[in-house]
């Protein structure tokens, strides 16, 4: 049991250390909190929400996996290296990725509320 509880002791620091070091970790959580706010007051569906939360889940997950890909790659390379940049890169793009899906998925879900609130003006 013990182990189990350092487990998550060990994987709050991985996450405070995200939220204190990683600007675009603290932009994500931004735009996360917007959804959030945003999904809140439009009163979106339970489906809507299962969606948003995911995008979230997801656009998170990846930026911290790129942040530990960064640190490791720092590590075993600490001088500059054509493949550790790629890896780099890569690991960059699939957050890019996930962020550009979740910003489409948002669109699809919040637009039309939107512009239904705008026509009512």
Not at 68 to 91: Q, T, W
Request: with cysteine.
């Amino acid at each position: 049991m013990r182990k189990v509880l350092k487990g998550f002791v060990y994987a709050f620091n991985g996450l405070g250390y995200a939220v204190r070091t990683q600007v675009n970790f603290q932009i994500h959580l931004v735009s996360a909190l917007a959804a959030i706010c945003l999904g809140l007051y439009f009163d979106i569906s339970k489906s809507e929400w299962m969606s948003i939360c995911l995008c979230i889940g997801l656009v998170l997950i990846f930026e911290l996996l790129n942040t530990a890909l960064e640190a490791f790659v720092d590590l075993v390379s600490p001088e500059y290296n054509v493949k550790a940049g790629i890896v780099k890169d890569v690991a960059a793009a699939s957050v890019l990725v996930t962020a550009m899906l979740s910003v489409a998925i948002g669109l699809f879900i919040f637009l039309p509320k939107l512009i239904d609130l705008w026509q009512l003006r």
